[in-house]
């Protein structure tokens, strides 16, 4: 595959003279830390599918993604309005037109809602059309006396608690690939209906696919799976692999932040990921918990202030409220996503920095897998409708409802700017 990368970048025209970052290729992240990343049985078979997925049209157009790391440097200055949303993981099972046409209406339903309470411009990026990969917090997974290989989405292996399904198999690579490129092509269609823009964002976690996706234009170097990609918490290390990846893609990047982040992490990956300071480049991703946002939240805007650095904050109040309910289902409660989400808001407009965009998971599909809204789902419903590959996602009613606050919590920020 660093055969293929390189004759990409033979072939592509240098016209304005930018190169790609120093010392980075597509593949340099092999030399540091990698982490989350799966044993493929056949490296043979791994390498012949990345060469192949190296050949292929990309996802995604460097203007389209020019177009949205402008915007999000406009949220960061507060005239613009970041709402990303979808999946945890997306499955091959949940693929249909209906399912994507649902995630679609219910994210422009509450970009409305949105625009119309702050006045601003909402940024629709779909956390979908390539999020398939997940991290895990144990691998192996072990039932009674069997250990197998845990589940890292379907791009990796198959969700099924046997061997056959856990082997990780590059060959579905194609099917992820594919299945991004019809719910892509499947938004767009929606979108042009909207006359509204829509981007799409995933999880720059299976770095073998993630790297043959790159492809050079204009001797620049980005990422065709999606406009934007974030590095998620358990990869954004000092020494990171994943971090060294980002570090040479021309598309605006993510960093979840995590209540194990120092400031001075932080930091050094902004300088990694952002030297020239461009606005739009790098957006925080703050999921510390409603418990520990107080606590971990400050110190870093501390730190990113003193620098002078332009970032967007953005809130995800998922990942740090997760919980297991009595019954074993993994599940959130909008109560507790909510008082973060507000603690979000509280806090930043404290400490001087703008709270300009929200990451949430959520699903047009009436769920039952966090409890809690106005009608409510309780505990002992879980069960009815629990459809989700990883993690408990907002119905559209919770999802609605959580838009209704943040359109409050958000017009209060832009009215006392
Ligand atoms: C996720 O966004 O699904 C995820 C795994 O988040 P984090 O990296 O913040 O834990
Ligand atoms: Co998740």
Request: net charge neutral; aromatic share 6%; with cysteine.
């Amino acid at each position: 595959m660093a055969g293929t990368s390189l004759t990409l970048a033979r072939r592509s025209p240098i016209r304005d003279g930018r190169r790609v970052a120093h010392g980075w290729t597509p593949l340099s992240w092999r030399d540091r830390d990698v982490r989350q990343q799966p044993a493929y049985p056949d490296p043979d078979a791994l390498a012949a599918a990345t060469r192949e997925l190296a050949a292929y049209p990309g996802l995604v157009s460097l203007s389209e993604m020019d177009a949205l790391h402008q915007a999000l440097g406009e949220a960061q200055m507060r005239r613009a309005f970041l709402l990303q949303g979808g999946d945890c993981a997306e499955s091959f099972a949940e693929f249909s037109p209906e399912t994507i046409r649902a995630g679609h209406t219910l994210m422009d339903a509450m970009a409305s809602l949105l625009a119309r309470a702050t006045g601003v411009p909402v940024i629709r990026l779909a956390r979908l059309a390539g999020q398939f990969a997940k991290p895990r917090s144990t691998d192996p997974e072990v039932r009674g006396d069997a250990r197998l290989p845990a589940y890292r989405g379907d791009i990796v292996n198959g969700i099924a608690f046997d061997r056959a399904a856990r082997t990780p198999d590059p060959e579905r690579m194609f099917r992820a690939y594919g299945q991004a490129t019809a719910t892509l092509s499947h938004l767009r269609s929606l979108s042009r209906a909207s006359g509204k823009p829509i981007y799409t964002s995933h999880e720059a976690l299976l770095l073998d696919y993630e790297a043959a996706l790159v492809r050079i234009e204009n001797g620049r170097a980005f990422s065709s799976a999606a406009h934007f990609l974030w590095i998620g918490d358990r990869t954004r290390f000092p020494g990171s692999a994943h971090v060294e990846f980002a570090r040479g893609l021309a598309n605006p990047v993510g960093i979840k932040c995590g209540p194990s982040l120092e400031p001075e992490a932080l930091i050094a990956m902004l300088e990694a990921l952002d030297p020239e300071r461009e606005p739009g480049r790098v957006t925080l991703i703050i999921r510390m918990g409603a418990d520990l946002i107080d606590h971990r939240l400050p110190p870093l805007i501390r730190a990113v202030r003193a620098l002078g650095r332009p970032v967007l904050w953005s809130c995800d109040p998922m990942h740090g409220n997760t919980i297991k309910s009595a019954s074993g289902y993994k599940t959130r409660a909008l109560e507790r996503i909510m008082a973060e989400t507000r603690r979000f808001f509280e806090i930043c407009t404290a400490e001087g920095a703008i709270p300009g965009g929200m990451h949430l998971e959520m699903t047009g599909q009436d769920v039952t897998e966090c409890t809690g809204g106005l009608v409510p789902v309780m505990e002992e419903n879980l069960g009815d409708r629990y459809h989700t590959h990883c993690d408990p996602r907002l119905n559209a009613g919770q999802a609605l409802e959580l838009a209704a606050l943040v359109g409050g919590l958000a017009r209060q920020t832009v009215q006392e700017a």
